[in-house]
């Protein structure tokens, strides 16, 4: 079988195509140097303009990921940052690129926070900008108790809900 170290090494002596894509076996996540992995130019279907992958990879579990381009600028972006060859170095960035459709700016950086982790900043962000809730004023959101925030008829929790059209994520 042909490893993702096969495929750098193919890559670092220009034995490549310019239609190839890398093709990798399994999740990228879980990427290394020993994982299945080749090159192959995918055809497309003249009626239905699907993808076609070449012959045998989908029997190895094989699916595309990037193309020759940007796997060989990954692999020469690694040799910068490491100052040398470093296959590993290569790995992490090709890993990196797969998942997250970009390069790092240094080696062994951690991944970039998830949209999920991102949102709840900017929520967390938005509902502190709020400040404290005035209790002289009564929140008019039915049967809430709570005071309401600056420049608003709700407290908090429905002020955001009001104007972000979502449940309040937080407990406060
Ligand atoms: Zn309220």
Known sequence: MTT???VIQRVRNRQTDDEHWL???GDAADLTLDTEADLGCPEFDEDTDEEIDPPGFPERGLRSTIDVDTLSHSIEWADR?????DDSAALDLIRYYIRFDALPETL???DP???????RRLDREFSDKLGPEDSSKQCRRDGCERGVV????FCR??????????????DD
């Open 4 to 6: 993702l170290l096969h």
């Open 23 to 25: 093709y990798i076996a």
């Open 81 to 85: 940052l490491s100052g040398t060859k």
């Open 108 to 110: 062994n950086v951690s």
């Open 113 to 119: 926070p998830s949209v999920d982790v991102v949102l």
């Open 150 to 153: 600056k420049l608003s008829v």
């Open 157 to 170: 929790r429905h002020h955001f809900e009001n104007i972000r059209n979502r449940p309040y994520p937080f």
